[in-house]
């Protein structure tokens, strides 16, 4: 096979090649030609940013016939030599699969003999983060002290996985990700000496795949120039990486804003269709929005957009979305993109975001008259808390003649008009239909609701605030409140309660206020009926038997719910 992939042919082989790290770069080549390089390094960032490429270079560098040079000469027998892996004094190790104890001692016995045929051994080891405890341990002696004619450089992903006593000993270098314009132009240099034609949209689509790696980039690219026909064209980009293309994108954000959910949901049913990755779609989702945003603030950074091109559609796409409408959208794709990672299933979460930000306009409307509600309640405690601090200053005292004030008789309180009715019969046939299943089911989504409904309704989430599921069926939950008021009050939003369970849960459900005191009666009286049931044998006559003591003794300890009787 004389075919080799672009990213090993277009592996850098000098520190100019090593693009997007110009603060690491020209800091080792300002050591090296000063000959003040150190004996252990190490190099961290994310993948396929020139970590290892880098390693290598400098290997040349410091053994190049000309050193002290800036650059290897890549001409030399040394320079030759390192690049096609014949000398054994530059060695680069695969911490993945030579991780253990016994392969570091290899190296440590090794290390006191003098290199064979160039000026330095270094060590090069990848993926160092993946060595033993006992590995690292006895790698620590030797990178503390290792003899002049040794170098070491540890390559690593994740460099909080190194123990602290390693990382002290070394010269850090932290590789950051490439730029997608860096990416860009070095893909460009490559395609031009390929002589391959792509356009600039294809190219920038594979540069934002990437991530701000050039490795990822170009093997992108290669997948793409293999599938497309003579020329590389945005589509062929998007069908490789499953992006979605920018018209489709405007197409949806016009959806959403102008809140067509049909034409939404049908575009996002298309692109799945298609087997367009769905995270890749939300992921391109948010990045558009934030080039909408960006554009919107200040025009002038047209060069920062790294999802969106300026164009025609664009800029009225511009024009007519609201900056606080984005934002909240950027929050709900976000929040999707977390809860997708979690499922099977990530285009249901997909969907319930589009219905979400189709109804913002409503929920800003219902927190704009929450607030004023809660203006209303503000005001009138500030004027009690008013009165009763006049109280406080001037209490009322008794008559001045000293004598003993005649006390008037209490009246007994007349029972208030507005009394809550508590509606036992429809609770208790709740309870014949209720299950734990339903209720926990309700329980486990409880928190989730109540900061829903906090974000969507101030004085609803108040008047549930001090309310407990108590119990459930598939039609009723029972809330059982701390104060009797709270029921009648939640009475008043109980459409709003409703429907909110409903979108929480996935099915609609009526809610049954009850105070808590009253609860714990109802509830009484219905496991006693259990309990009377229970004892009856088929004809319908009662047991004359009694309990069994212990029986009754262990149901005073846990209570009914914890406990389970066996005939043995």
């Given amino acids: 096979m004389s075919y080799q992939a672009l990213y090993r042919v277009w592996r850098p082989l000098s520190f100019t090649d090593v693009v997007g790290q110009p603060h690491i770069t020209r800091t080792l080549q300002n050591a090296i030609v000063q000959e003040k390089f150190s004996h252990a390094y190490l190099f961290s960032g994310p993948r396929g940013t020139g970590k290892t490429s880098a390693a290598k270079i400098f290997a040349k560098t410091i053994n190049c016939r ?280 990530p285009k249901v979460f997909i969907e319930i975001t589009m219905l ?57 309180p007349m029972p208030s008009k507005n009394r809550f009715k508590v509606p036992y019969e429809r609770i208790r046939q709740v309870l014949d239909d209720a299950s734990k299943s339903n209720l926990k089911e309700i329980q486990s989504q409880w928190a989730d609701f109540m900061k829903r409904l906090k974000q969507q309704n101030a004085p609803a989430h108040a008047t549930v605030l001090d309310s407990k599921p108590s119990a459930a069926s598939d039609q009723a939950l029972i809330l059982a409140f701390k104060y009797e008021i709270h029921c009648s009050l939640a009475l008043d939003h109980q459409e709003t309660i409703e429907s909110l369970i409903a979108e929480t849960i996935g099915k609609n459900i009526s809610i049954i206020p009850v105070p808590d005191s009253n609860w714990q009666e109802i509830r009484e009286e219905y496991v006693q009926k259990q309990r009377q049931q229970a004892i009856i044998d088929p004809d319908g006559e009662q047991e004359a038997t009694e309990e069994d003591p212990l029986i009754e003794e262990a149901r005073k300890l846990v209570g009914d719910d914890l406990l389970e009787i066996h005939d043995n």
């Avoid at 209490?395 to 000293?402: A, L, N, R, V, W």
């Fill in 356 to 412: 979400k930000i189709t109804e913002q306009a409503s929920i800003v409307h219902s927190s704009s008259s929450d607030v004023e509600s809660i203006k209303v309640l503000t005001q009138k405690m500030d004027r009690l808390e008013k009165e009763l601090a006049e109280l406080k200053r001037n209490p009322p005292t008794s008559e001045s003649d000293g004598q003993r004030p005649t006390s008037t008789p209490k009246r007994k």
């Fill in 66 to 345: 000309q050193a002290p040079v800036a650059e290897p000469c890549n001409e030399c027998d040394a320079c030759k030599g390192i690049q096609d892996g014949s000398i054994s004094d530059v060695m680069e190790i695969d911490a993945a699969s030579n991780n253990g104890v016994e392969q570091i001692r290899d190296i440590r016995d090794k290390v006191k003999y003098a290199p064979s045929a160039v000026s330095y051994k270094v060590y090069i080891i990848d993926e160092v983060h993946m060595l033993s405890i006992g590995a690292f341990n006895a790698l620590l002696k030797t990178l503390e002290e290792p003899p002049k004619h040794v170098i070491f450089i540890l390559a690593t992903t994740e460099p909080h996985k190194i123990p602290l006593t390693i990382i002290s000993r070394c010269q850090r270098f932290d590789f950051k990700r490439i730029t997608q314009q860096v990416i860009v132009e070095r893909m460009q240099t490559i395609i031009n000496h390929e002589n391959v034609a792509v356009t600039k949209e294809a190219l920038d689509a594979v540069a934002l795949a990437a991530e701000g790696g050039m490795r990822d980039a170009l093997s992108l690219l290669d997948q793409a120039i293999s599938y497309s026909d003579e020329e590389v064209v945005l589509d062929d980009v998007l069908a490789v990486t499953g992006a979605v293309s920018q018209e489709k994108l405007t197409e949806m954000v016009h959806a959403l804003y102008d809140k067509n959910v049909q034409q939404a949901l049908r575009l996002v049913d298309g692109f799945i269709q298609e087997g367009k990755d769905p995270g890749r779609f939300v992921f391109d989702t948010i990045y558009f929005f934030r080039d909408i945003l960006l554009y919107q603030s200040a025009p002038g950074l047209e060069q920062v957009l790294e999802r969106a091109v300026v164009n025609d559609s664009f800029e009225q796409l511009i024009k007519k979305i609201d900056a606080n409408w984005i934002q909240r959208s950027i929050s709900e794709f976000n929040h999707c993109q977390q809860e997708m990672r979690w499922t099977n299933s």
